[in-house]
């Protein structure tokens, strides 16, 4: 966070999703500057989510993997505000365009400005012009899968603002 008289500017989010028991080492050099990290499912353990939690703030959401140690902390869906951005967070959402029903059903509902799925293990940033809404999947930061490389995510929120998106890709046997 930073402060200016006491009140917070912006937000710094760190994105991940399908790390499947597995947290490479260059996740923590690259949300060091993060206020908070987002986990958009399929975390794995409950160990990969206590050291995730003990480095950054967490919010997450269980994956199709996850088991009940994992399910019974994290939801299948989260709405929240970040500043003044809503953001609906689950594992299996599909993409626009092709949305799986349920998903579609909590963007219809919940009118987010910022839709994240996890479980294709594809990086998609996409512009929903239909919806008006950003979405963001982070793609795999872990080794299982079939994605040739792990892929990270981190963006700022300002106020109504999503900005400064950039992004980590790093060979997946590195």
Not at 15 to 33: A, G, N
Not at 43 to 63: M, R
Not at 107 to 117: G, H, V
């Amino acid at each position: 966070m930073t402060f200016y008289f006491g009140l917070v500017i912006m937000l710094r989010i760190g994105l991940l999703s399908d790390t499947h028991s597995y947290l490479h080492p260059k996740i923590f050099e690259f949300f060091r500057e993060c206020d908070e990290i987002w986990h958009a499912g399929d975390i794995g353990t409950i160990e990969i989510s206590g050291k995730i939690s003990s480095f950054k703030p967490v919010k997450a959401v269980y994956g199709n993997i996850d088991g009940q140690d994992i399910r019974i902390v994290y939801p299948k869906e989260i709405i929240f505000f970040s500043e003044k951005v809503k953001v609906v967070m689950t594992h299996i959402g599909g993409y626009p365009g092709r949305y799986e029903k349920s998903a579609l059903n909590l963007i219809l509902n919940e009118k987010p400005q910022l839709f994240i799925t996890g479980h294709s293990h594809i990086l998609k940033v996409m512009y929903d012009k239909k919806y008006q809404l950003l979405f963001i999947n982070p793609g795999a930061a872990g080794k299982f899968g079939f994605h040739r490389s792990i892929t990270l995510v981190r963006f700022v929120i300002d106020g109504k603002q999503i900005k400064d998106l950039e992004v980590l890709d790093i060979p997946r046997d590195s």
